[in-house]
């Protein structure tokens, strides 16, 4: 076998490797817990909420041209999606625990009732899904050419060592994602308040006013996922409200 056909027989493996993994990371998407709201009428932020969501944690859905990934791209890609898996199963778990214990301790009836989570909570099956794509990926590096392989392993350590240890806002994806998450578990509760002042004043009580930023940033966010309350305005006196912890 020649020196040429050898180069090109290995250019198309790499590139036949680099798209299984691009189909089979993209199969994942429809194990995405979009079932967090079930089939049911909400409002048009709520969707767009999800969306938000679905875009921070799939980046792949972002990615026009897989034949241009290199393999440590995509062991990048693969590294950031398993860990993101991981960390927003252990997120979403810990908000139900608090839900819980705010629901049992809380009078509120515009509280939203912690025991409707679980029920809404399917990151298992994506999770689960991750875990055997992530193996499907890392058993077929093995039969790639050394460079490619280790080039996946290197992109693939990088991304996945970078789970956050907290779950503290901005250190998955943006800064907007854990308000993003609260937005749609407690769509509900966000719903029956009077303004976005009063939503502003919500999170600055659970996540801080550094974490949450000003006002401003808040009506930015809700413009962007068309979240309105009453017509443009200087709010009223906010009301004093419990909310989910």
């Known amino acids: 076998m020649s020196g040429e056909r050898t180069e090109i027989d290995f250019e198309k ?61 995509m062991g990048a890609l693969l590294g950031h999606s398993c860990a993101m898996a991981v960390w927003t199963l252990e997120w979403l778990f810990e908000k139900v625990d608090e839900a819980e214990v705010e629901a049992q ?72 994602f854990e308000i993003y998450i609260f937005l749609l578990l407690f769509w509900r509760f966000v719903n029956q308040l009077k303004s976005v002042s009063q939503l502003h004043q919500v999170l600055v009580k659970i996540f801080s006013a550094h974490r949450v930023g000003d006002l401003k940033r808040i009506e930015k966010i809700c413009q962007r996922i068309g979240l309105h309350y009453r017509k443009p305005g200087r709010p009223k006196k906010a009301e004093i409200i419990q909310t989910p912890a």
């Open 105 to 176: 301790n809380s009078t509120d009836e515009r509280e939203l009732e912690a025991e409707e989570i679980p029920d809404k909570l399917r990151f298992d099956k994506w999770y689960v899904q991750m875990r055997r794509v992530a193996k499907i990926a890392l058993c077929l590096s093995v039969d790639q050419t050394y460079e490619d392989m280790s080039e996946f392993l290197v992109g693939y350590s990088n991304a996945f060592v970078r789970k956050p240890k907290t779950f503290k806002i901005g250190e998955m994806g943006s800064t907007s």
């Open 13 to 73: 493996h790499r590139t036949e490797w680099l798209k299984r993994l691009a189909v089979e990371l993209e199969k994942t998407q429809q194990f995405f817990p979009t079932v967090i709201l079930p089939d049911a009428e909400y409002p048009e932020w709520v969707r767009r909420v999800e969306g938000e969501v679905a875009g921070v944690l799939l980046p792949v859905a972002k990615v026009k041209q897989v034949d241009a990934l290199t393999p440590k791209q």
